[in-house]
Nanobody, 121 residues
Framework: QVQLVESGGGSVQAGGSLRLSCAASGIVFSINVMGWYRQAPGKQRELVATITSGGTTNYADSGKGRFTISRDNAKNTVYLQMDSLKPEDTGVYYC???????????????WGQGTRVTVSS
């Protein structure tokens, strides 16, 4: 069964950078939209950025100009480059993807386990 495996979280000081990765493991026939969401302590999960299989990107206002989402379709992997990090970027970052892992059904939504990002001032 396909799983989304994230890596790259950690602790940085404000102004620093982190790069998150998320790879779909297992047999994958196709992946539609891939994206990143985050959940800050005490808050609801929110969109960070998404990218289609064709490379069209969408960003939440909070990350525009600082975050860059990209993907490697051959590796079934999505990345999130985060620069100029702020303390308010702290949270658990979740990978999300619409994955077709069976020819008997269409795409289904998968979530990663989350990777923690902590930005200190």
């Amino acid at each position: 069964q396909v799983q989304l495996v994230e890596s790259g979280g950690g602790s940085v000081q404000a102004g620093g950078s982190l790069r998150l990765s998320c790879a779909a493991s297992g047999i994958v026939f196709s992946i539609n939209v891939m994206g990143w969401y985050r959940q800050a302590p005490g808050k609801q999960r929110e969109l960070v950025a998404t990218i289609t299989s064709g490379g069209t990107t969408n960003y939440a206002d909070s990350g525009k100009g600082r975050f860059t989402i990209s993907r490697d379709n051959a590796k079934n992997t999505v990345y999130l480059q985060m620069d100029s990090l702020k303390p308010e970027d702290t949270g658990v970052y979740y990978c999300n993807a619409l994955v077709q892992d069976s020819l008997l059904r269409g795409h289904r939504e998968l979530w990663g386990q989350g990777t923690r990002v902590t930005v200190s001032s």
